[in-house]
């Protein structure tokens, strides 16, 4: 009887995790392959050609230098592997740093922006590969994974760095483990990368946790050992906090608002124009234009679709609110000089998950024409929206760094060791930030 009742158990469950993480339907055909890799070459081109993205070539940001590169060339390979930083391990990151550290030193600023542009890329086809299952117009799922890629809150700080690139990873991983047909190994290889770079993929646990219902379960149990890994080391692992400003939530709030919705639709630049000038009136007209194709979603939409705007919504929400909670300062408030640019790294995944919540309810067309006519409209307005802060972010001058090139800190370095010198100060980007390494390892 208790065998009976264990296995009537099991089926429900697997029938509940089958409504709510769908098969889609075979992989892609020869065909397609060749789509995908246009769709990864043409990504690469926006990420390394745009101004922003020219300039990263020939400038090196933040820990991509100062702990990365130099960990690399200072220390063993596995001890930098399993050495955490700010709290938490940076398995990936590390990795490229080493495979980086390989080349001559004067390629060290383009080695970093090319693997992170290519790694964006490669979970742009991920979020396309994978969304199959819960949107059936393929234009839609492009321009979802193509958010990936143009979205503007990513495309300032965060871009062509392995930095910020676990933003990024955490959206991937999502994908990831809602994608039941995936090549089991080079995904199951990516998500343990994810999990055991981003501090915050923990968060999809209980996806994990509902793939283990069903066959395949080489990317879950991956995915919740390498988490596993990653909790324990936050655990025993000190975080030097930004500051200690005490919390205000009413501006948690506020600043979530414009972080999300707002920058979404208008990327963090527009919003230091828009929000003076407008006051909250720019956050109403975005949770409007967000909540039309969400409410759509949820009344129209499967109960796979409505699962995953469901999910999307509140890993939006806790995302942001997590972020600006444990981060907390003073410039992150929203009076402070040029509103949300301080931190916009914040937005990355939280927009995301709320254009995956957009998307479904966008795809989730219902039958009556005045509701057809209701969410085309959205449809269009979302798009227009999305195009035009692309082509506005792309305008703005400030995007394109204009600290010290990478080859004239290479130099002034060298003209150091030159001196005698043992070791030599690297600086690169942002400004005030970076390294000493030995000079053995930066002579010609």
Known sequence: ???????????R????????????????HERAWLGLLGGFLASMAFLLLIPAGWSRLDHLWA?????????????????????????????????????????????????????????RALIALIVFAASKAYLRSAPLRFALAALVV????????????????????????????LWRNAPRVPVAVFVVLAALSSPLTFL??????????????????????????????????????????EVDPV??????????????????????????????LVVLGALLVAAVPIATGLRFGDRAGRALVLVSCVFSVVVIVACLVLNWTQVLQVQAPEVVMAGQRYSIAPCLFLFTAIFVGLDATPAKTWERLAVT????????????SVVAHMRVPRTVLSGIP???????????????????????????????????????
């Open 13 to 28: 469950s697997a029938a509940l995790a089958d409504g709510v993480v769908p098969l889609p339907d075979e992989p892609p």
């Open 204 to 245: 999809l646990t209980p996806i994990a946790l509902v793939r283990l219902f069903q066959p395949r379960k080489v990317v879950p149990i991956a995915f919740l050992a390498a988490t596993a890994v990653q909790g324990l080391t936050m655990m025993f692992t000190s975080r030097t906090p930004y500051s200690h400003d």
């Open 251 to 280: 501006q948690v709030l506020l600043a979530s608002l414009l972080r999300v919705p707002v920058v979404a639709f208008t990327g963090s630049e527009r919003v230091s124009q828009f929000y003076p000038a407008h006051g909250n």
């Open 63 to 119: 820990e991509d230098g100062a702990r990365f590169l130099v960990d690399a060339v200072r220390s063993p390979a596995l001890e930098n592997l399993v050495t955490p930083y700010g709290g938490y391990l940076h398995a990936l990151p590390r990795l490229v740093a080493q495979l980086v550290a390989l080349l001559p030193v004067e390629w060290a600023a383009a080695g970093f922006a090319v693997c992170a542009a290519v790694l």
């Open 1 to 11: 009887m208790g065998d009976r009742v264990v296995a009537m158990t099991a089926q």
């Open 150 to 177: 143009v979205l503007p809150a990513g495309n300032s700080e965060t871009l062509n760095n392995l930095t910020n690139l676990h933003w990024f990873l955490l959206y991937g991983a999502f994908w990831a483990l």
């Open 377 to 388: 409209g959205s449809r269009y307005l979302v798009g227009i929206l999305v195009v035009v």
């Open 406 to 444: 990478w080859d004239e800190s290479l130099t002034r370095a060298r003209t150091e060791c030159a001196t005698g010198a043992p070791e030599a100060r690297l600086e690169h980007e942002p400004s005030g930030w970076f390294f000493v390494a030995p000079c053995g390892s930066i002579r010609p």
